[in-house]
C-alpha cells in the first residue's frame, strides 16, 4: 500500500499491529478518527495509556486488576472455598455476568497448546498449585472451552492437582440451551446422554 | 458486561466507538495491549494523536494531507487536466496502487444516501464544480462504486457538471479480470455485452 503521508503510515503500522486487524481495516479506522472530533481522538489514546499503565495482573487470581488484589479476591462476601480456573480474564467476565458463581477465580493466561508453542510452564500454574494447597480450598472448577487444547490443559491441571486435598470439578457439557438435538454433533449428543442428569 | 474496573470500562468504551469494533471485541484488544510491552500501547496511542492532530484534508482535492496541499495536488508531474473523482481517500490509495491513473483527484467524502441522509450538501461538491470550472480541466472521471447510492451520485454530478467544458466518464464496469461468465449477475453481464470494446 502506498501512503500518502508518513503519519499515515504510522498510525496504520501499529493499529495493525492488533490482532485480527489488517492494514485495509485500520486504514478504515484511521479514516473515521480523521473525520471525527479531534477529541475522539485524543481520548482514544488517553484511555489506552491510562488503561495499559496503571492497570496490573491480580497477584493471587492473574485477573486484571488495579491494585495488588482485584477485586473479587479482595472481597470478603465471595466464597473463597471455591476457585474456579479459566483460561482468561474475559472468562471471568462471562461466568461473573450469569451471576450464577460467588467463589473465586484462576486466570491460567492461556492453554496448553504445542501448536502455538504453549507449555504449561507459560501459564499461571505454580500460583494455583500453591493456592489449591490452602486447607480453606474444598473444590476447584476447571472452565475450560470443550476443546483439544482446554481438554489437555484440564487433565494436565487434574495430574497435578491429584494430590491436594481438594474436590476437583468441570463445568458440564451438554447442548446448549435453545439447541435442538437433531443438530448436535454426535459427541456432544453422545456425552449429554452418558452424562445425564436427574430430572427437576 | 461487568468491568473489572474503571480503566478497563473506559478504554473498552473508547475502543469500541470505533466502526465495525464491538464491546467483546474492544474487551480482547484491551487484553491484547495488557500482555504486550507497554511501549506497544503508547506507541499506539501516540501515532493516532499525531496522525490526527497533524493530518488535515487538501484545500483543492480533499485527500489526506499533512500541508495546504496534498502531495498528489502538488506534484507538478501529474496531468491537471483530468480528475477523477471518487468517495474517500481508501479509493485514491487504491487507484494509486494501480500505477495505471496520472491525473488528479477529487474526494467527495461519501455519496448521495438518503438512508443514512446524506445529501449533496454533505458532500465536497462545490469546490468540484468550481475545479470543473477551470479552463486547464478537461475530462472528470466518476469513479465511484457501482451500486444505487454511487449511480445515484454519479448522476447528480453529471447533471451538475453538464453545463461545463468538460468531458466526463465513467469507470469501466464489466466481468471482473479472473471472473467466470457463467457465475457472473445477469445485470453485470448485460452491461458487459451492451458496452462490449473493441477487441485488441
Known sequence: MNFP??????????IS???????????????????????????????????????????????????????ICSNSKRDSSVICVVEDSRDV??????????GLYHVLGGVISPMSGIGPEELNIPKLLERASHESVKEIILALSPNMEGDTTAFY????????????????????????LEYTDSITLGRSIMKRTIYQ
Open 5 to 14: 503521508t508518513k503519519l499515515v503510515e504510522d498510525v496504520v503500522t501499529e
Open 17 to 71: 499491529k492488533l490482532p485480527g486487524i489488517g492494514k485495509k481495516t485500520a486504514m478504515r479506522l484511521a479514516l473515521h478518527l480523521l473525520k471525527a472530533d479531534e477529541m475522539t481522538s485524543i481520548d482514544l489514546a488517553s484511555a489506552i495509556v491510562n488503561f495499559r499503565t496503571k492497570t496490573r495482573f491480580c497477584q493471587s487470581c492473574h485477573h486484571i486488576s488495579e491494585s495488588e488484589l482485584c477485586s
Open 93 to 102: 467476565l462471562a461466568i461473573e455476568d450469569t451471576l450464577q458463581y460467588n
Open 157 to 180: 491441571l487434574s495430574k497435578r492437582l491429584v494430590d491436594k486435598q481438594v474436590s476437583i470439578s468441570s463445568i458440564a457439557r451438554g447442548i446448549p440451551v435453545g439447541g435442538e
